[in-house]
Each structure stands twice: as structure tokens, then as C-alpha cells.
């Protein structure tokens, strides 16, 4: 029986091989992935459950080592194994596999959730060295990508098979070569079988214009992932990553107004960081915060067993309770895995963290406000930075509340939970934060902090189980299918459109004029919450289907509502129509349960 893995899920793995050991000591376990072929020696000798370790890529070594007997286990490359007598022994790595020796997948015999976006492996390795990754080891720094023929020809096949409309193509630079992306582009536009397709791919944030912008979204790219990592120019070359800042936030820029989403990923506590190189990084971070269709993330380093930071540090990790999102592990730790973690950190150093310059605390606040603040208050933390002008006046203020009212460590669960909520909330109305408000701009905060209050209270009404009893719209609609909105409706001293174009300006929201508007709070199917302005026929809609209405009510309603707008040519029965169907289809009305009396 073999495993993949990852260090997120290493503890687990390791256990589940334990057990499996004792219910069945007749089957053979072996390990393989990055994580284990980066600590194999190390995991040999403290897990004799494991059988063996065939490290890196395995498409030539595997048929090898199932060969059972005709090959010696010292002959077959990159296999860590034990001898009789119980040393460990580790082969000489395996040579990186040829592109026309990879394995696609049997993705015949899946038998999860289907598969959307369907994955394809558009080649390995990274050439760069950047000193916190251990991918680049992994693949012995041997970079290979599939040509544009070949991953067109790839998913024409798989379409015969599958029914998919998105595919993201794995591979850590998968546009390395500017030319072949550019060739590619245009190949899967020409294909009839590629061309209705969306793709995703990783991208190195250089050399990105506005021509190519716009090549990857007419071709159907619809998002990208991007390291940015800091925002500090001396901070890129001490870790190895060497981007220009100022090319990379270009690039990202042309993403955005092309319409290529971007999530552009961030870490902060590198030893060397200082606060200038995270203010910097800040600065980087805020800007990408503004962009339409940009999601920049925030980790904390975790010293990845392989990487070069590792073995810098390996002699002085901690452990604590906040765990780089690299581990996943927001709802905390399993009591077992834990023990298992501070047992062998040389095997899961994954979840420590290195000295740095910056206090842990620091980093730690830093990344849990910007994770989860961005999480269920983002245009409150845009807000935010434009009242004190700039992101790092932001999280010092945060922080210096926190510090100031908080004296228990904030692990990764307390910004996942109810806690951090309420403590945000707490800071927002606190003299730490207003004390740093410009005077003529406190009038505008205070009708938008109340405007928050709102939000957030009607935010809790609904995770409290309101709208519990109305769902997304699914099959035909008749006259007689209750409708109600999905969320509550709150009051707003400003129109958020008005706000967001002005913030996009860079003119200050603070300074809008007010008057009466209404936004609705909603949850999405996925967990997100939508915060959106009604404009007044959204708003007349949301009133004609009340507390549920049948659909039928809910239209002879809005016919007679003044606010239905007269077009020419199109009767007000048709435009009522189409106007619910809207909110149907944003998810913003919904259908209540068959159960609830009909109006």
C-alpha cells in the first residue's frame, strides 16, 4: 500500500500507517511525494511501520521496486530502505523523468466528487532557488514543460472521456517561457475541442503586459496564482526570489485590467525581515488589495523540510500554536499528531517557526488580521487604510489594541473563530483607532462604523441559522414556489459603489456625501459572504418577496411598484420577470421551503 505526501498532512499519514502496520502486519507500506523524500532517512528510522521510501519522481523506480525480488532494493535509485539487521539505507536519487515518460493519471478509476477544475500536469521543476521552497530540490532543479501541441492534444482526449468546462494545468511556472505561452494561447483558441474552455495556470509576475494580459483572458484564462512574497527589493534578493517589486505590482496590475483574476501569495517572518522590509511588504500587499480580481494572501514562513531556510535553522525552531497556513491547520491540532510533531521536528519542522528579527507575536497578528479581517470585513480593512493611510498604520493600531487588552497567545483558531470577530469589532470603536482618525474625517467613519455594526450584526443573525429555510433557486420556477431573500437588507448612510469607485480613484471615501441607501448581507453557497449595494428596483424586489411570497404574489407586486422602470417595447409583467430572475440567478432571492404558507 503506498501513500503520497504532503507536510500538511504528514502526522496523519504517519499515524494511519502505524495502525495499518498493527490490523494488517502482512502488507508492505511504503511512502512516497515531497515530504517524505525530503526526510526519509530520518522518517525510516523513527517509524518502523514504514516499509520503504521511493523519494522523487517514481514513474521509472515504482515498476522497479513492485518487481518483487528480481532487483536488489541497493539497485533500484532513490529508495530508502532497511536492511536485515535494521539500518537504513538511502540510494542515489533517481534521474529526473523525460516529459515522454510521464504517467497521466487514471482518472477512470475516481470515484470522489467530480473533478472541476480537471487537473493536468503540464510539467515539473522550477529553475530558480528561492530559499524557502523545497520544490526546486524535489525536482533537481530540472525544469521541463509539456509543449503547447501536446497539452492541447492532452485535454481533446480527455473531453472525449470527461465532461469538464475549466482545467488548471499544474506546474509551478507554467508561463517560464514567454513564447511558448504566447504559442500556446493561440493553439488553444484555434482548437475547436479547447477553445469554449477556462484554464488556470502559475505564473511569475514579470514581464507581463498589457498584450499578454489580454492574450491569456481572450484565450479563456479566468484566474492565475503569483509569488509575489515581499514587497522588499533588498528582502527578494537575500531569499533568492529576485523579482523587480515595481514590475511584478505592473504585472499584476495588467492581470486585473484584463480580467485575469490573481491570487498573489505573500510571507512574512524571514529571518533577515525587518520592519522596514515589512512595511514595504505592506505597501505591496494594500496595493494588490485594491486591484478588482486580486487576491493577495499572507503566510508566515514555514521552514519546509529540503528548503534552504531549513537547514539554516534547523537548530533553532519553536513550536507554538500559531502553524504557517503551509500546514493548514486552522482548527488546531489532534492531541496525538501534536505529540508526534514536538517528537520528531527534524521530520515535521514544517510546523515550527525560525528566528526572526520581528517579534512571532508581531507576524503572528499581522497574518491573522489580514487572513481573516480580509476574510469577513474586506472592505472594512480598505476603509481602514484609507483613514490612517496605510496598511501598516492598520496593523500597528491592531496590534497595539490587541496587546493592550489580550494577554493570551493567538493561535490560528482564535482568528478562525467568533473571538477575533468580536475583538475586531471592539477595536474598530476603540480610541486606539480613532484617536488616529483625522479629524475631518470622523464623521464619515462614525456613519460607516455604524453601517458596520449593521453588517456585522446581521452577518451573526444569519450564521445564528435566520434564512436557514431558503436556498438557492434550483429547476423551474412556478407561479405558486415561494420566494424570500437569501439575506437581511441594512440600511447605509453611503451608496458602497459611490465608495468603492472613489477608494479606486484614490479619493477619500470619508468625504462622500450621505443620504439613504440600503445593502444586502448574504451567505454564499461556499461560505462567502456578499456585501452588495441594492440599487431601488433590487431593493423593490426584495420588498415584493417580503418574509416568502409566491412568485406569483411577488410579481403583481413589483408591476405596481413606481419604482419598476417603463421600457419601451417590453411590458411591465416582462421586465418584473426578468428583474426576479436576476436576483435568482446572483443568489440574492432564494426559495423557501415548500412547507411555508404562501401569501
Given at each position: ?7 500538511s ?9 502505524e495502525i495499518?502496520a498493527?490490523?494488517?502486519?502482512d502488507?508492505?507500506l511504503?511512502l512516497?511525494?515531497p515530504q517524505?523524500?525530503a ?15 521511493l523519494?522523487g519522481e ?15 532494493p541497493?539497485?533500484i ?6 536492511d536485515?539487521s535494521?539500518?537504513?539505507?538511502l540510494?542515489?536519487?533517481a ?6 515518460d ?5 482518472l477512470d478509476?475516481?470515484?470522489?466528487p467530480?473533478?472541476e477544475?480537471?487537473p493536468?500536469?503540464a510539467?515539473?521543476g ?9 520544490t526546486?530540490?524535489?525536482f533537481q532543479r ?7 501541441k ?12 470527461h ?12 508561463g517560464?517561457n514567454?513564447?511558448?505561452l504566447?504559442?500556446f ?18 505564473l ?12 491569456l483572458?481572450?484565450?479563456?484564462c ?5 509569488g ?6 533588498r528582502?527578494q534578493k ?9 514590475e511584478?505590482?505592473?504585472a ?6 484584463a480580467g485575469?483574476?490573481?491570487s ?9 525581515e525587518t520592519a522596514?522590509?515589512?512595511e514595504?511588504t505592506?505597501d505591496a500587499?494594500?496595493r494588490?488589495m485594491?486591484?478588482?480580481g486580486?487576491s ?7 521552514p ?6 531549513h537547514?539554516?535553522?534547523r537548530?533553532?525552531?519553536?513550536l507554538?500554536s500559531?502553524?504557517s ?6 482548527g488546531?491540532?489532534?492531541e ?17 517557526a525560525?528566528?526572526?528579527?520581528i ?5 503572528v497578528?499581522?497574518?491573522?488580521f ?10 472594512w480593512v480598505?476603509l481602514?487604510?484609507?483613514a490612517?493611510?496605510?496598511?501598516n498604520?492598520v496593523v ?5 489594541w490587541?496587546?493592550q487588552?489580550?494577554?493570551s497567545?493567538p493561535?490560528e483558531h482564535?482568528f478562525a473563530g467568533?473571538?477575533f470577530?468580536s475583538?475586531f469589532l471592539?477595536?474598530m470603536?476603540?480610541?486606539e483607532?480613532?484617536n ?5 474625517r ?10 458596520f ?6 452577518q451573526?443573525?444569519?450564521?445564528g441559522g ?5 436556498s438557492v ?6 407561479g ?19 465608495l468603492?469607485?472613489?477608494m479606486?480613484?484614490?479619493e477619500d471615501p ?8 440600503h445593502v444586502?448581507?448574504?451567505r454564499?453557497?461556499?461560505g ?6 441594492l440599487?431601488?428596483l433590487?431593493?423593490?424586489?426584495l ?8 412568485v406569483?404574489?411577488?410579481l403583481g407586486?413589483?408591476v405596481?411598484?413606481?419604482?419598476l ?5 417590453v411590458s411591465?409583467?416582462d ?6 430572475q436576476r436576483?435568482?440567478q446572483?443568489?440574492?432571492?432564494g426559495?423557501k ?7
Open positions: 500500500v503506498g501513500f503520497s505526501t504532503i507536510c498532512s504528514y502526522p496523519l499519514t504517519l499515524s494511519t500507517v495499518l498493527k490490523l494488517r502486519p502488507l508492505t511504503i512516497g511525494g517524505a523524500t526526510t526519509a532517512v530520518e522518517t525510516m528510522a523513527a517509524f518502523p511501520s514504514v516499509d520503504a521510501i523519494g517514481v514513474e521509472l523506480s515504482l515498476p522497479e521496486f513492485l518487481a518483487a525480488g528480481s532487483v536488489s541497493g539497485e535509485p532513490g529508495l530508502c530502505w532497511r536485515d535494521g539500518d537504513v539505507h540510494n542515489p536519487a534521474p529526473p523523468v523525460e516529459l515522454e510521464f504517467v497521466s493519471p487514471a478509476l475516481w470515484d470522489g467530480r473533478l477544475p480537471i493536468i500536469e510539467g515539473r522550477c529553475p530558480f532557488r528561492c530559499r524557502f521552497c523545497s526546486s530540490g524535489f530540472r525544469f521541463r514543460l509539456k509543449s503547447p501536446q497539452l492541447v492534444e492532452e485535454v481533446t482526449a480527455l473531453r472525449k472521456e465532461s469538464f468546462k475549466k482545467v488548471e494545468f499544474i506546474h509551478d511556472n507554467f517560464a514567454r513564447k511558448q504566447r504559442q494561447c493561440r493553439l488553444w483558441t484555434e482548437s475547436k475541442a479547447t477553445t469554449d474552455l477556462q484554464w488556470s495556470c502559475s511569475r509576475p514579470s514581464k507581463v503586459d498589457s498584450a499578454l494580459a489580454r492574450l483572458k481572450e484565450s479563456g479566468h484566474s492565475v496564482f503569483v509575489l512574497e515581499t514587497g522588499s527589493e528582502l537575500v531569499i533568492g526570489k529576485d523579482l523587480d517589486v515595481a511584478a505590482l505592473e499584476i496590475e495588467e492581470l486585473s485590467a485575469v483574476a490573481a498573489v501569495s505573500f510571507i512574512v517572518g524571514f529571518p533577515e522596514q522590509d515589512l514595504e505592506l500587499y494594500s494588490c485594491e486591484l478588482p486580486v493577495p494572501q499572507m503566510q508566515v514562513l514555514s519546509l523540510p529540503g528548503s534552504s531556510y537547514a539554516q535553522c537548530e533553532h525552531l519553536a507554538d500559531h502553524y497556513s503551509m500546514v493548514h491547520q486552522s488546531g491540532l489532534p496525538e499528531n501534536l505529540e508526534q510533531i514536538q517528537r520528531y521536528p527534524e521530520i515535521h519542522s514544517a510546523f515550527y525560525v528566528p526572526t528579527q517579534p512571532r507575536l508581531e507576524l497578528l499581522v497574518q491573522g489580514l487572513k481573516y479581517g480580509r476574510r469577513d470585513f474586506a472592505l480598505r481602514m487604510v484609507h490612517l493611510g496605510s496598511l498604520a500597528d493600531s491592531w496590534s497595539n490587541w496587546r487588552h489580550r494577554n497567545a493561535g482564535y467568533k473571538e470577530r475583538d471592539e477595536w470603536d476603540s480610541s483607532l480613532t488616529r482618525i483625522a479629524p475631518e470622523l464623521d464619515g467613519f462614525s456613519k460607516l462604523n455604524a453601517l455594526r449593521s453588517v456585522r450584526n446581521a451573526e443573525a444569519l450564521r435566520q434564512c436557514s429555510r431558503i433557486a434550483s429547476g423551474e420556477l412556478t405558486e414556489t415561494v420566494i424570500a431573500c437569501m439575506g437581511m437588507v441594512v440600511p447605509s448612510p453611503f451608496h458602497l459603489g459611490a468603492l469607485a472613489m479606486q480613484r484614490g470619508f468625504l462622500a456625501p450621505s443620504s439613504v441607501h444586502v448581507v448574504a454564499q453557497p461556499r462567502e459572504w456578499l456585501i452588495e449595494q440599487e431601488p433590487a431593493l423593490a424586489c420588498e415584493a418577496a417580503g418574509a416568502g411570497n409566491s406569483a404574489t411577488t407586486k413589483l405596481a411598484d413606481p419604482r422602470p417603463a421600457i419601451e417595447g411591465s409583467q421586465v418584473a420577470i426578468y428583474s426576479v436576483l435568482l446572483r443568489q440574492i432571492l426559495q421551503e415548500p412547507s411555508t404558507s404562501v401569501k
